[in-house]
T-cell receptor
Framework: DTGVSQDPRHKITKRGQNVTFRCDPISEHNRLYWYRQTLGQGPEFLTYFQNEAQLEKSRLLSDRFSAERPKGSFSTLEIQRTEQGDSAMYLC???????????????FGPGTRLTVL | GEDVEQSLFLSVREGDSSVINCTYTDSSSTYLYWYKQEPGAGLQLLTYIFSNMDMKQDQRLTVLLNKKDKHLSLRIADTQTGDSAIYFCAESLIMDSNYQLIWGAGTKLIIKP
């Protein structure tokens, strides 16, 4: 396994268009996270899945954002009616959450850089 | 609320030690992590420390945790040009029965020849 992969690496779109990103986690990992990162900031949590269940979504996240992980493996993040403020790096991470453990090492993909014109 | 703060920049000479500092506000942190982000690359875990420890050493890296002051530091001995990156501090908290990572804004380490 080569780690977490994301596709595409770069996406340029016009305002108002919909975009979809894909993340393939490390195969044995049960948790998958989506973050957004802008220049000079740390990752901002968007949502995460345990297997196929979406357990939490950031209260700051617009309804234009939706994520799925239909079979508990890869995940997609869709942004509808993109706005210029959506321009950012979108990071995916995965981890293996063991029952009774609070250790949470997350392995990150290279990110998808979105530019909304 | 929870918050993690770091200085935005640190400049050191090659061969010197670098000390990157981080403060956090939530005393219920379980683990604290240091991640490294190089240009064009994903975030990579460097090291971590459990909240009941006060020091951890791993080759050139030394992590110090002062729980009373809620202060975490990462010391890189004999800093090399390959250490140039942004270093993020993150704390693991239980929020709404789930473990979440709260991130600092990152410290950019600049190496002077």
């Amino acid at each position: 396994d080569t780690g977490v992969s994301q596709d595409p690496r770069h996406k340029i779109t016009k305002r108002g268009q919909n975009v979809t990103f894909r993340c393939d986690p490390i195969s044995e990992h049960n948790r998958l996270y989506w973050y957004r990162q802008t220049l000079g900031q740390g990752p901002e949590f968007l949502t995460y899945f345990q297997n196929e269940a979406q357990l939490e979504k950031s209260r700051l996240l617009s309804d234009r954002f939706s994520a799925e992980r239909p079979k508990g493996s890869f995940s997609t993040l869709e942004i509808q009616r993109t706005e210029q403020g959506d321009s950012a790096m979108y990071l995916c991470a995965s981890s293996l959450r063991l029952a009774g453990s609070s250790y949470n090492e997350q392995f990150f993909g290279p990110g998808t850089r979105l530019t909304v014109l | 609320g929870e918050d993690v703060e770091q200085s935005l920049f640190l400049s050191v000479r090659e061969g010197d030690s670098s000390v990157i500092n981080c403060t956090y506000t939530d005393s219920s942190s379980t683990y604290l992590y240091w991640y490294k982000q190089e240009p064009g690359a994903g975030l990579q875990l460097l090291t971590y420390i459990f909240s009941n420890m006060d020091m951890k050493q791993d080759q050139r890296l030394t992590v110090l945790l002062n729980k009373k002051d809620k202060h975490l530091s990462l010391r890189i001995a004999d800093t090399q040009t390959g250490d140039s990156a942004i270093y993020f501090c993150a704390e693991s908290l239980i929020m709404d029965s789930n473990y979440q990572l709260i991130w600092g804004a990152g410290t950019k380490l600049i190496i002077k020849p």
